[in-house]
């Protein structure tokens, strides 16, 4: 594969294997979704993929300000889940304390200072309920 191909997608698909996940990115007209290609990886893979990509998105909206949301209708029908799951799963709470990738540092750890003193980290911005 030419390491050069590069692939714009607004849909994806999800499928599980024995062995892993398998990811087909495409574009989606409306009506129908038209794959341009598939990923496939293992669990542990994926899961690294996840962890990475939500600490990037909490990176940039912490240090842009900016929350970038999603309208209530999409989260509903296409992601198909409620947007009380989704709101807890980006900037949820459990027990006092952040879970999901809310939990996750927004920037990397600063070297803890020689009195034991935490120095702490950026924290996400809190978006309203819903998109």
């Known amino acids: ?42 669990i ?15 990176q940039h909206e912490a240090s842009s300000g900016l929350v970038t949301p999603l309208p209530d209708k999409l989260i509903e029908q296409v992601i198909k889940t409620t947007v ?6 980006w900037y949820g709470w459990k027990d006092g304390k952040p879970f999901g990738p809310a939990s996750l540092p927004t920037t990397d750890p600063a070297p803890e200072p020689e009195t034991g003193e935490s120095t702490g980290t950026a924290e996400p911005p809190k978006p309203p309920m819903g998109g």
């Open 84 to 89: 009380a799951d989704w709101d807890a799963f």
């Open 44 to 58: 542990e893979h994926a899961k690294a993929m996840v962890f990475m990509t939500a600490r990037n998105i909490l």
């Open 1 to 42: 594969m030419d390491p050069n191909v590069s692939v714009y997608c607004d849909s994806f698909q999800v499928t599980p294997t024995p062995f892993g996940l398998n990811f087909e990115f495409g574009r989606h007209d409306g009506a129908k979704f038209h794959p341009a290609t598939m990923v496939g990886m293992s």
